[in-house]
T-cell receptor, first 115, second 113 residues
Framework: AQSVAQPEDQVNVAEGNPLTVKCTYS??????LFWYVQYPNRGLQFLLK??????LVKGSYGFEAEFNKSQTSFHLKKPSALVSDSALYFC?????????????FGAGTRLFVKA | DAMVIQNPRYQVTQFGKPVTLSCSQT?????MYWYQQKSSQAPKLLFH???????NEADTPDNFQSRRPNTSFCFLDIRSPGLGDAAMYLC????????????FGPGTRLTVT
């Protein structure tokens, strides 16, 4: 079965420090991987995606993610965290078993950036 | 700017009183989704449309219905809301080719009294 795991419910980091939000996946075939961010009382916002090509993917707001096929991971990273990055982050994978229109979301990781 | 719009942003309804939530999009995407999200959990897919082709999730209660009269609009009808239906309802769209990332509206927070 296809799945996404975010092992940390919460990540705390000081402003200016690098941040990592972890994600591992299990899919059949080539993975289509995504990160979304959700601010309070808002919908999810697409951050970045990995389809093919370079393992390091750059996205919005200075975020990037590293695809690691051998470890089946797709960790979200940012070199220098901002207080405004505090939000709920979801890793997701395209569900190729259902024709491709559905997305499987991880449980989410809440990021707190302390000033 | 192209976007996904949801109205209203906040909706209060009484137990058992039907309610309709609306979603519109200017992205001209073929696929539209409705999700239910509770307490910062992962969004739970209720159903999706590929054009007019309706696809219901197996565990979506019969109390939830949807209509898509045209490409731009999609509605979520809750026929008899219960207290357990209080949640954030998210509408999203995606293309039918490429990478399939989804574009979300701001959500409608439903309160059932």
């Amino acid at each position: 079965a296809q799945s996404v795991a975010q092992p940390e419910d919460q990540v705390n980091v000081a402003e200016g420090n690098p941040l990592t939000v972890k994600c591992t996946y299990s899919v059949s075939g080539n993975p289509y991987l995504f990160w979304y961010v959700q601010y309070p009382n808002r919908g999810l916002q697409f951050l970045l995606k990995y389809i093919t090509g370079d393992n390091l993917v750059k996205g919005s707001y200075g975020f990037e993610a590293e695809f690691n096929k051998s470890q089946t991971s797709f960790h979200l990273k940012k070199p220098s965290a901002l207080v405004s990055d505090s939000a709920l982050y979801f890793c997701a994978v395209r569900d190729t078993n259902t024709g491709g229109f559905k997305t499987i979301f991880g449980a989410g990781t809440r990021l707190f950036v302390k000033a | 700017d192209a976007m996904v719009i949801q109205n209203p942003r906040y909706q209060v309804t009484q137990f058992g009183k039907p309610v309709t939530l609306s979603c519109s999009q200017t992205l001209n995407h073929n696929v539209m989704y409705w999700y239910q999200q509770k307490s910062s959990q992962a969004p739970k897919l209720l159903f999706h449309y590929y054009d007019k082709d309706f696809n219901n999730e197996a565990d979506t209660p019969d109390n939830f219905q949807s209509r898509r009269p045209n490409t731009s609009f999609c509605f979520l009808d809750i026929r008899s809301p219960g207290l357990g239906d209080a949640a954030m309802y998210l509408c999203a769209t995606s293309r039918t080719s490429g990478s399939y990332e989804q574009y979300f509206g701001p959500g409608t927070r439903l309160t059932v009294t």
